[in-house]
Antibody, heavy 120, light 110 residues
Framework: QVQLQQSGPGLVKPSQTLSLTCAIS??????????WNWIRQSPSRGLEWLGR?????????EYAVSVKSRVTINPDTSKNQFSLQLSSVTPEDTSIYYC??????????WGQGTLVTVSS | QSVLTQPPSASGTPGQRVTISCSGS????????VNWYQQLPGTAPKLLIY???QRPSGVPDRFSGSKSGTSASLAISGLQSEDEADYYC???????????FGGGTKLTVL
């Protein structure tokens, strides 16, 4: 059974970079069948997919158009985890952020969620 | 970013059958499989149905899914009070190259 454990600050100042990490147990970030995603949820935007990283003989990244210029998702094979960085945040980025594993056409497993508030 | 269209609310009495619809387009629901999630207050979404109509281990057979063209549906039969939650559909979009989610349906058990 895979478990995803999120960590990172719950408060970020406007214009700064939001950084979160998702530690994986029960699977490998280098899996040839899984994809590792970041998704956020807010009352105004609902569930919004931000992007993913996955390994298929080499690393791939795909990002949502809405955040493409500000988002980076990186795998860390040495620690079996992956991270989210979202730059130039505004109060509009205040959300619950989830990491999640997708397998065989479905997002199957979710982290516990991290409420990130953007405020000075 | 566009979303899949769901009714904002649904309701039923214990024992009843309710259905929740999810409408998309040819680049998402029409081309790819649909998944459904149940979200209880304060928790992460939980996979309820995948690949249109498959239930993960542990999900009661009261929950079923179907898809036709660019629309999908989640049906809950024998409604129970514990089914009161938010329900979301999701599908991969080939044009946007990303996951799309429905706006969510809040199910109330009367």
């Amino acid at each position: 059974q895979v478990q995803l454990q999120q960590s990172g600050p719950g408060l970020v100042k406007p214009s700064q970079t939001l950084s979160l990490t998702c530690a994986i147990s029960g699977d490998s970030v280098s899996s040839n069948s899984a994809a590792w995603n970041w998704i956020r949820q807010s009352p105004s935007r609902g569930l919004e997919w931000l992007g993913r990283t996955y390994y298929r003989s080499k690393w791939y990244n795909e990002y949502a158009v809405s955040v493409k210029s500000r988002v980076t998702i990186n795998p860390d094979t040495s620690k079996n985890q992956f991270s989210l960085q979202l730059s130039s945040v505004t109060p509009e980025d205040t959300s619950i952020y989830y990491c999640a594993r997708a397998l065989m056409g479905a997002i199957k497993d979710w982290g516990q969620g991290t409420l990130v508030t953007v405020s000075s | 970013q566009s979303v899949l269209t769901q009714p904002p609310s649904a309701s039923g009495t214990p024992g009843q059958r309710v259905t929740i619809s999810c409408s998309g387009s040819s680049s998402n629901v029409g081309r790819n499989t649909v998944n459904w999630y149940q979200q209880l207050p304060g928790t992460a979404p939980k996979l309820l149905i995948y690949t249109n109509n498959q239930r993960p281990s542990g999900v009661p057979d009261r929950f079923s899914g179907s898809k036709s063209g660019t629309s999908a549906s989640l049906a809950i039969s024998g409604l129970q009070s514990e089914d009161e939650a938010d329900y979301y559909c999701a599908a991969w979009d080939d044009r946007l190259i990303g996951w799309l989610f429905g706006g969510g349906t809040k199910l109330t058990v009367l």
